[in-house]
C-alpha cells in the first residue's frame, strides 16, 4: 500500500487538519510527521505543548497510522527514512515564507518519483479563532515568562533584538527571512535602557524611571509573545529591585539583567570616558540574592552583567565577579565589552566555560560586530543581544525624512523611501 504524509505543526487539531488527514486517506496510509521543537521554533510557531504530547495528540486521530518525529523544516530527514509516495499539505505553503520550504520538498521528491499534493487550506472563523487562541496564549505572562528557559535548552544559541515600542516589537516578532533554504527569526526582545531612554528623547541615565519603563513592557506584551529580556540597569536600591523582580514577573518578563555599578550610571558604550563606578562584588552578590529570594516563579531568571572590560580592570576581575556572582544566585552572566576586537570577550568566555559549563552567558555585540552567532555560541555563548539596532536605524532614516521636506518643501522626495502606508496596516492586525 502506498503511503501518503501530510506534517503537522500545530498544538490544537482542527477542521483544516482533519480534511488534510482524510485528502490523505484517499492516497495511502497516513503517516504524520510532529515538526520538533527545535525545528518548530525557527518556524514562527512555539509550542505550548510537549513534543511528547503532540506526538499523542496525532496518533489518536482517526485515520492516523504512524507518527514519526520530523526533526529538519526542509523534510529532508522524513523523505530520507520513509520516501513517501504522496507528501500532503495545504496550499497556503505556495505563497510567503513557506515557499522555499514547498520549492525544496518538490526537488526532493522528484528524486525517488514522490508527488507532492496541495490540498485547499481551510480557513473559516473556528480556524481563524484556534489560531488566535494559540497566540493569545503564548502572549499570557505564564506562558511567555518560561519561553527563554525553554529556548536556552532547544537552541544553541538564542537571538534577542532591541524593541521598546509596540511596533519595534512587532518587527521583532514577526520578522522571518530564508536564508539557505531555511527560515529563520529572532527567539526574543531586549528592552534596552538606551532604547527606551532614547525613544523618550532622554538620557541614559535611569532617569526613565520603572513606571515608565514598565509601560515600555505593557506595550510590547500587548501585541507580541515572544520573550522579553529587560535591562534592569544597576537595579537600583536592593530595597526597590525585589518588588522590581516581582513586577516583571507578574508581567510575564523572562529575565532581568542588572549590572555591577552602583551611583549614577552612564551608558557602558562610553567606557571610561565618563565618571562610572563600578559596585563591590559583595554590594551586588547581596542585591542578586535578594532578586532570587523575592522571586516567586521558578521561570524568571536574574542574569548578572559584569561591568569589568568595559571599565579596562581586566578579565580575571570578570572572572572572579562572574563566578561569585553565580554563588550568589545569578541564573546567568553578561560579560560586556566595547573594543571591536572580540577577544577579551572570548577568552572571558572560554575560561569560564573551562569551570562552569552550564550557567548561560550573555553577549552584546555592539562593538564587536564581526563575529557571528556561531562562532560566540562555539565559545559557549548562549544569548545574543543585538541591543540597539532598530533605534540606530529608524532614527537617520527619520532624520533624513525631516530634513527632505524642508529642503524641498513638499513630500515628494521623501515618499519615494517610505513604506507605503498600507504595508503598514498589514503589520499592525486589526481583531
Ligand atoms: C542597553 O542596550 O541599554 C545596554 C547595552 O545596556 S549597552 O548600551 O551596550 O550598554
Ligand atoms: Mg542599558
Not at 515568562?145 to 516578532?173: D, N, Q
Not at 541614559?204 to 506584551?221: A, G, K, Q, Y
Not at 563575529?371 to 527619520?398: D, K, W
Request: aromatic fraction near 6%; charged fraction near 30%; hydrophobic fraction near 40%.
Amino acid at each position: 500500500m502506498k503511503s501518503a504524509y501530510t506534517c503537522f505543526c500545530t498544538d490544537v487539531i482542527h477542521e483544516g487538519h482533519l480534511n488534510i488527514i482524510n485528502e490523505a486517506k484517499k492516497y495511502g496510509r497516513v503517516i504524520v510527521g510532529a515538526l520538533s521543537d527545535r525545528a518548530l521554533i525557527r518556524y514562527n510557531k512555539f509550542p505550548t505543548v510537549s513534543q511528547e504530547d503532540r506526538v499523542k495528540l496525532y496518533r489518536s486521530l482517526e485515520g492516523v497510522e504512524d507518527v514519526v518525529i520530523q526533526d529538519d523544516m526542509l523534510y529532508d530527514d522524513v523523505i530520507a527514512l520513509i520516501q513517501p509516495d504522496y507528501i500532503i499539505h495545504g496550499d497556503n505553503w505556495q505563497t510567503g515564507p513557506e515557499k522555499t520550504i514547498r520549492d525544496h520538498v518538490e526537488k526532493l521528491v522528484k528524486n525517488y518519483s514522490g508527488q507532492l499534493i496541495d490540498v485547499p487550506y481551510t480557513y473559516n472563523e473556528t480556524v481563524r479563532k484556534i489560531d488566535l487562541q494559540l497566540r493569545e496564549k503564548l502572549a499570557m505572562p505564564e506562558y511567555r515568562r518560561k519561553r527563554l528557559r525553554s529556548l536556552l535548552a532547544m537552541t544553541p544559541i538564542v537571538k534577542a533584538l532591541e524593541a521598546h515600542s509596540g511596533l519595534t516589537g512587532l518587527i521583532v516578532e514577526k520578522t522571518v527571512v530564508e536564508r539557505d533554504g531555511r527560515l529563520d527569526q529572532f527567539d526574543a526582545m531586549w528592552i534596552s535602557s538606551l532604547c527606551d531612554s532614547t525613544a523618550k528623547g532622554k538620557p541614559d541615565i535611569e532617569l526613565v524611571d520603572m513606571t515608565s519603563r514598565f509601560r515600555t513592557i505593557d506595550d510590547i506584551t500587548e501585541v507580541t509573545t515572544k520573550p522579553i529580556i529587560f535591562d534592569g540597569d544597576t537595579g537600583g536600591l536592593t530595597e526597590h529591585f525585589v518588588y522590581t523582580v516581582r513586577s516583571l514577573e507578574k508581567m510575564g518578563v523572562s529575565a532581568v539583567i542588572i549590572e555591577d555599578k552602583k551611583g549614577l550610571k552612564k551608558n557602558s558604550l562610553f567606557g571610561t570616558e565618563v565618571e562610572q563606578t563600578q559596585a563591590t562584588i559583595e554590594e551586588m552578590s547581596a542585591k542578586i540574592a535578594a532578586g532570587k529570594k523575592a522571586q516567586l516563579t521558578d521561570d524568571f531568571m536574574i542574569i548578572a552583567r559584569i561591568e569589568s572590560l568595559i571599565l579596562e580592570k581586566g578579565t580575571e576581575d570578570a572572572l572572579t565577579r562572574a563566578f561569585a556572582f553565580t554563588q550568589a544566585g545569578a541564573d546567568g552572566i553578561m560579560i560586556h565589552s566595547r573594543k571591536k576586537d572580540p577577544a577579551e570577550i572570548l577568552e572571558f568566555c572560554d575560561r569560564f566555560r573551562e569551570k562552569d559549563t552550564k550557567t548561560p552567558l550573555v553577549v552584546v555585540p555592539t562593538s564587536f560586530n564581526e563575529i557571528t552567532e556561531e562562532e560566540l555560541a562555539a565559545h559557549g555563548v548562549n544569548i545574543v543581544i543585538y541591543a540597539n539596532h532598530l533605534t540606530r536605524s529608524a532614527f537617520p532614516a527619520m532624520q533624513k525624512t525631516a530634513e527632505d521636506i524642508l529642503k524641498y518643501h513638499r513630500a515628494k522626495e521623501a515618499d519615494e523611501r517610505l513604506m507605503p502606508i498600507g504595508d503598514i496596516i498589514t503589520l499592525i492586525e486589526e481583531l
